[in-house]
């Protein structure tokens, strides 16, 4: 009996048998859907949460002043006063730092502000004219705060769209005032929005001339923090080093323990959220490995129900004359048939489930490869395995008995 | 050429190895039935009638005994070598029609011939002929359940002549069919007996037996009574 003929025998058989060999096949096919839906969803959001701190910078550096003071006494981050605007200007122009491109002075404080009637609490941000460049914010309508605006201490301010929804509802706000900590300010620029990304809203800010902030609105001459930009992603390191030999030498500091000041990367937050999202992966993976072993034991069951339940039509082919290898080949070919088309309709069915989710969801689609062959390798197997095994038990049987068998 | 033997046992046991008691479903059989003899083989249940139809049906072996179907010694083959066996030399018909379900008249009939390697133009004419041969010629393409039973007894018998057999061997044919039908099908019985087919029946029935040609009565696992030629059948 040639193949051919057990290849068409198989495939009669099993399109006479539609229910049976839809019901083996859904158990292969959830069982790879499954998998492949669940470490798409995991990986997709691993990458999301990546590129939300890429967004931010990834050659951001940030000095915040008082932290590791004294060893075991550390200082609330962004709560000291040592970080001055000479400190900034002396990164930017000292010729032992090699690997900043971009220096951003900024000082903070959350008050209240008002126009009209409505009024808000929001953060004000003293800044020059590199913010935008280091935070990668860009302008909806009108200008950012430029060098003659911090030059002159002008009382001008650009501000976030949430500032624009929640105080100018549907009013164009350039050319308006507002009133910041009693003085009043022209609001020059909108900027747009950036989303919220878990570090602090940067659409519900206001940004002042740092001058303007320093001497006018607030009296004092030190700042919340610098912003730095590396060259590149890749010198961060050397860049955290220059810096801190830099400001340790100004505040006359020997021991790097005794630093007044601490330097975080934007790299080493990413490492962090990297770590987080990776244990997120690791706890969907054994949940999609939990769902292929749950997957497999349907496969098998179902597999081993219809190929006990077919003993007496073994019996019946080998009465008639069907050796025991035609027997086995056949019902190997049956397994491997719905394993295959099983296999990839769950594929199929995986990546669309996922690709509907990143499109509901906005999230981004990724595929694994790798999962989708693991999880097709270790359906099919089963599938092929409680396949062929049953089959050949039931064709060791004496046709006689198979055929008595219920 | 009447008289050729066609099945000839010769001190045929059977012995099964079951428990801590041996029965012995067989013990000394010996028969010789020759071409286009129609044979029943009757006796009560746990005479060993069923043991020796599987035996003759090369579906069981014997624990000792010579068994030679049409020329060849069968009862020391091996498993592949008995499926060729009853392949190419025996027609079943078994009690439950054993028909493929959910599969038509036409497919169950070409079955035998998928295993013996009749190229498929030829199975498919053969199948037809012998559907005709037993008055289904307009059923081929129903499916078991859209048949009675005696159809899809026909059907059997369409299907156990595919391979044009040594014999036909029949375990109670009529055995899960109406009475009235079980006359149909014996009458289908004896009129291939008489184109030449060589017939062996199993039943308890006595008027079923009696369409036969030559009775054998089985008790206790031994020949007691055979009417070898010396019977009238019922038509």
Request: hydrophobic share 40%; glycine share 10%; aromatic share 6%.
């Amino acid at each position: 009996m040639e193949y051919r003929e057990i290849i068409s025998e198989a495939m009669v058989n099993m399109g006479v048998n539609k229910l049976r060999t839809s019901l083996a096949a859904l158990g292969i096919i959830i069982g790879i859907g499954s998998v492949i839906t669940l470490v798409s969803l995991g990986q997709a959001t691993q990458q999301q949460v990546q590129n939300q701190i890429q967004s931010l910078g990834a050659n951001l550096l940030t000095v915040n002043p008082g932290a590791q003071r004294n060893g075991a006494l550390r200082g609330a981050s962004g709560g000291g006063t040592t970080l001055t605007l000479d400190d900034a200007n002396a990164i930017k122009s000292s010729p032992q730092i090699t690997t900043i491109s971009n220096v951003s002075p900024e000082l903070y404080r959350r008050t209240q502000v008002i126009t009209g009637s409505t009024n808000t609490n929001t953060q004000v941000i003293g800044v020059t004219s590199i913010y935008p460049i280091v935070h990668k914010i860009i302008l909806d309508s009108g200008n950012f705060i430029s060098d003659r605006d911090t030059k002159a201490m002008a009382k001008v301010a650009v501000i976030g769209p949430q500032i624009v929804s929640d105080l100018f509802n549907g009013v164009d706000p350039i050319g308006q005032n507002i009133r910041i900590f009693g003085q009043t300010f022209v609001i020059i620029g909108v900027t747009q929005s950036k989303g919220g990304t878990g570090f602090g809203n940067q659409d519900d800010v206001i940004y002042v001339p740092l001058s303007t902030a320093q001497k006018q609105l607030f009296g004092v001459d030190y700042l919340s923090s610098v912003a730095l930009e590396a060259k590149s992603a890749e010198v961060s390191v050397d860049a955290q080093n220059e810096v801190g030999y830099l400001l340790l030498a100004r505040h006359k500091l020997k021991d790097p323990s005794q630093a007044d000041f601490s330097i975080f990367s934007q790299q080493d937050i990413l490492n962090t959220a990297s770590a987080t999202t990776g244990t997120f992966t690791t706890l969907l993976s054994g949940i999609a490995a939990i769902s292929l072993l749950v997957g497999g034991i349907g496969i098998m069951n179902i597999m081993l129900v219809t190929v006990t339940e077919r003993t007496r039509e073994i019996g019946l082919r080998k009465a008639l004359g069907a050796k025991k290898k035609i027997i086995i080949s056949q019902f190997l070919i049956e397994a491997i048939i719905l394993t295959f088309i099983g296999g990839v309709i769950g594929i199929m069915g995986g990546i669309l489930v996922s690709y509907i989710y990143s499109v509901v969801t906005g999230s981004l689609f990724i595929l694994s490869p790798a999962s989708i062959m693991l999880a097709f390798a270790v359906s099919g197997g089963i599938g092929i395995l409680f396949g062929w095994y049953p089959a050949r038990r039931a064709s060791n049987l004496q046709p006689i008995e198979a055929l008595r068998y219920e | 050429m009447k008289n050729e033997s066609i099945i000839q046992t010769t001190h045929l046991r059977k012995v099964y190895t079951t428990g801590t008691v041996e029965p012995e479903a067989l013990q000394d059989v010996s028969i010789n039935i020759n071409k286009v003899e129609f044979v029943a083989i009757m006796g009560p249940s746990g005479s060993g009638k069923s043991t020796l139809m599987h035996i003759l049906g090369a579906l069981d072996t014997p624990t000792s005994g010579t068994y030679i179907l049409d020329g060849e010694e069968v009862s020391k083959l091996s498993d592949d070598e008995l499926a060729d066996i009853r392949n190419r030399k025996i027609g079943f018909i078994f009690q439950a029609f054993n028909l493929l379900p959910r599969t038509s008249a036409l497919k169950n009939v070409m079955l035998p011939m998928v295993y013996g390697g009749v190229p498929k133009p030829e199975r498919i004419e053969r199948a037809k002929k012998f559907l005709e041969m037993v008055g289904l010629g307009d059923r081929i393409d129903h499916t078991s359940n859209q048949l009675s039973g005696g159809q899809m007894q026909r059907v059997a018998i369409a299907r156990g002549l595919a391979m044009n057999p040594a014999i036909l061997l029949a375990d109670e044919p009529t055995g899960n069919i109406a009475s009235s039908q079980a006359a149909e099908i014996m009458g289908i019985f004896q009129k291939l007996n008489e184109e030449g087919h060589t017939i062996v029946m199993i039943t308890h029935e006595l008027d079923i037996a009696e369409h036969a040609n030559r009775v054998i009565l089985i008790k206790d696992g031994k020949i007691v009574k055979d009417s070898n030629g010396h019977k009238q059948r019922k038509v």
